[in-house]
């Protein structure tokens, strides 16, 4: 069975710091790995997606993770954070191809301090 | 990219009574769509597997005849909550998938809110 864990369910961070939240899986077979991004009340947008290759991912908003096997981690970072980055973040975890189901982790609210 | 329309977007109902809410895949077919719910402040948890034309998988817990799911067509599948309660009140989510393999991508709807008075 696959499973997400965020280990930090708030980040408070100050406008243009840098910001890392945290996110380790488990699973036994292959993953593909995901970081989405939930404004108030709206539904979900992908941030990134880690499938093969490189594992450095670039998404939207200035936003990177890497993927890291032996950690078994998908840390997202931001160099610089702006006021507008306040959301909640859900890393995500899928075996995309097999079944299609994504899991979840609990989500991590990111407050960006003025 | 892909769309997922949900409807409606918010829904108020009284208790006992049954709302149903839409999610339609408009530029793409979804033989699969997976509805979620989220609680306040909390994940979202995978409910069921809509699958079009055979009966939804429900996740364990989750109560198959309080949620009905119907998928009639490739690019629509319902969720009907019954005789809804106030614990009931949430936000429901659904997404669907699309492409092939390492292709594939899923989508999500806007989201639905109800609450149950």
């Known amino acids: 069975a696959q499973s997400v864990t965020q280990l930090d369910s708030q980040v408070p961070v100050f406008e243009e710091a840098p910001v890392e939240l945290r996110c380790n899986y488990s699973?036994?077979?292959?993953?593909?790995l995901f970081w989405y991004v939930q404004y108030p009340n709206q539904g979900l947008q992908l941030l990134l997606k880690y499938l093969s290759g490189s594992t450095l991912v670039k998404g939207i908003n200035g936003f990177e993770a890497e993927f890291n096997k032996s950690q078994t981690s998908f840390h997202l970072r931001k160099p610089s954070v702006h006021i507008s980055d306040t959301a909640e973040y859900f890393c995500?975890?899928?075996?995309?191809?097999?079944?299609?189901?994504?899991?979840f982790g609990k989500g991590t609210r990111l407050h960006i301090l003025p | 990219g892909a769309v997922v329309s949900q409807h409606p977007s918010w829904v108020i109902c009284k208790s006992g009574t049954s709302v149903k809410i839409e999610c339609r895949s408009l530029d793409f077919q979804a033989t699969t769509m997976f509805w979620y719910r989220q609680f306040p402040k909390q994940s979202l948890m995978l409910m069921a597997t809509?699958?079009?034309?055979?009966?939804?998988?429900?996740e364990q817990g989750v109560e198959k005849d309080k949620f009905l799911i119907n998928h009639a067509s490739l690019t629509l599948s319902t969720l009907t909550v019954t005789s809804a309660h106030p614990e009931d009140s949430s936000f429901y989510i659904c997404s669907a998938p699309t492409g092939t393999g390492r292709n594939t991508e899923a989508f999500f709807g806007q989201g639905t809110r109800l609450t149950v008075v």
């Open positions: 995500a975890v899928s075996d995309l191809g097999r079944d299609d189901k994504i899991i």
């Open positions: 809509s699958n079009e034309g055979s009966k939804a998988t429900y």
């Open positions: 699973s036994s077979v292959s993953v593909y």
